[in-house]
């Protein structure tokens, strides 16, 4: 039997799939994460409070060591430290998943204090995340001209300042993609949306 020599491009075409454009991924729901977002860490609140808030609106809450908590209580008690001249911290914290808009996202709220002062928080993970037009539709729902603004292939960070009675409020967007050299530094990839709280310590 005589056999036939295929070439490579008929051997490439004769693959399961091949040949087929893939469809492009669909753009990120930033507006419903975003308003999420608003609902949860929208205003100063205790801690017991946006528990409460995070339950009805669907989060469910889970004690699992997740990375987004290592990397809360991190960031958050150095703010406080850098602010106190060095006091140790004492901090607090819940964590919780839901599904938004076909996101798996993980919320971490968190209050911490030194001494008189203290700083609470509420931050939003979508882990892994690494689409490009993320971090310019959140820029464009959150708006406002941001204090700090830096967006690179491997890292962004865009971040918002007010003052709101004695409390300093900052919002901070941080977009890290998969495979990222930031990862390792900075502890987890994807998206991640903080909005803290300093002044005086929670009662």
């Not at 039997?1 to 491009?9: C, D, E, K, N, T």
């Not at 865009?158 to 409390?167: A, C, H, K, M, R």
């Amino acid at each position: 039997m005589r056999r036939l020599a295929l070439s490579p491009i008929l051997l490439a075409l004769s693959w399961p799939g091949a040949g087929q454009a893939q469809a492009p991924a669909a753009p990120y729901p930033t507006k419903e994460v975003a308003a999420e977002f608003e609902a949860l860490c929208g205003k100063k609140m205790k801690l017991a409070e946006r528990r409460a808030l995070a339950a009805r609106r669907g989060w469910v809450e889970s004690r699992e060591a997740a990375p987004a908590r290592t990397v809360v209580a991190r960031d958050y008690q150095d703010k406080l430290a850098k602010h106190t001249g060095g006091l140790k911290a004492a901090g607090e914290d819940s964590f919780f998943r839901r599904t938004v808009a076909g996101e798996a996202l993980e919320l971490v709220v968190f209050r911490s204090r030194a001494g008189s002062d203290g700083i609470s928080g509420c931050d939003i993970f979508d882990p892994g995340e690494g689409r490009e037009d993320l971090v310019q539709g959140f820029e464009t729902v959150i708006g406002g001209r941001p204090i700090v603004r830096g967006v690179n292939p491997g890292l962004s960070i865009i971040l918002w300042g007010t003052q709101e009675g004695d409390s300093a409020i900052l919002t901070q967007l941080v977009m890290i993609p998969p495979g990222s050299e930031a990862v390792a530094r900075l502890g987890f990839s994807g998206l991640r949306l903080q909005r803290d709280y300093a002044g005086k310590a929670e009662k």
